[in-house]
């Protein structure tokens, strides 16, 4: 049971160019979102998070955008710069207490053409 | 703030012996998780800590997995009689208080590889 499912494995976007990576949900009790950047041979990085009552959340470059009806969230990056180069990981969680727990998706490599 | 450690980085092992892995949280962090990584797939929850309370394991987790906590501070992952499957990135991530989006700092993971 996929819960949270990432349907592109991998996306090219040029440099200065918006890199918009999407993320879809079934879990109707997840009370958060979170989106991870992953390097190689590195563990996770936390990036931004949304609350499920927000439909955007915005920091610096990053900006997450979440349709509750629709089940969707999407991570646009603006500028995309050659660092961003990496596997990125959407993630829900549900928030009562004793089953705080993240529910990852399945990634999509984004890579940053120069 | 020294980030989360983990040990060992690498780790290959015949099918059958125990393995045990450990991690060092950041210092003031109440919450430490356990998550397992595949090939092509995100991490995927085992288990997860409240000081030295375990408070959730995954249905996932076989008898032959077992965590520990001791004191609230580093935390001991172990295998016994591990198989070809159990090859996998074992990631051990910490917070302060943990949920309501409250981010988690990874450690860089123990890769493990059962011959």
């Known amino acids: 049971d996929q819960q949270v499912k990432q349907n592109s494995p991998s996306l090219s976007v040029q440099e200065g160019r918006i890199s918009i990576l999407n993320c879809d949900y079934t879990?109707?009790?997840?009370?958060?979102f979170l989106w991870y950047k992953k390097y190689p041979a590195e563990g996770p990085t936390f990036l931004i998070s949304i609350s499920s009552i927000k439909d955007k959340n915005e920091d610096g470059r990053f900006t997450v955008f979440l349709n509750k009806s629709a089940k969707h969230l999407s991570l646009h990056i603006v500028p995309s710069q050659p660092g961003d180069s990496a596997v990125y990981f959407c993630?829900?969680?549900?928030?009562?207490?004793?089953?705080?727990?993240?529910?990852f998706g399945t990634g999509t490599r984004l890579t940053i053409i120069p | 703030d020294t980030g989360v450690s983990q040990d060992p980085r690498h780790k290959i092992t015949k099918r059958g012996q125990n393995v045990t892995f450990r991690c060092d949280p950041i210092?003031?962090?109440?919450?430490l998780y356990w998550y397992r990584q595949t090939l092509g797939q995100g991490p995927e929850f085992l288990t997860y800590?409240?000081?030295?309370?375990?408070?959730?394991k995954s249905r996932l987790l076989s008898d032959r997995f077992s965590a520990e906590r001791p004191k609230g501070s580093f935390s001991t992952l172990e295998i016994q009689r591990t198989e070809q499957g159990d090859s996998a990135m074992y990631l051990c991530a910490s917070s302060l208080n943990g949920g309501r989006g409250e981010k988690l700092f990874f450690g860089s993971g123990t890769q493990l590889s059962v011959l």
């Open positions: 210092s003031e962090h109440n919450r």
């Open positions: 993630a829900g969680e549900t928030s009562s207490f004793g089953n705080e727990k993240l529910t």
């Open positions: 879990n109707s009790m997840f009370d958060y």
């Open positions: 800590f409240q000081n030295e309370a375990q408070l959730e």
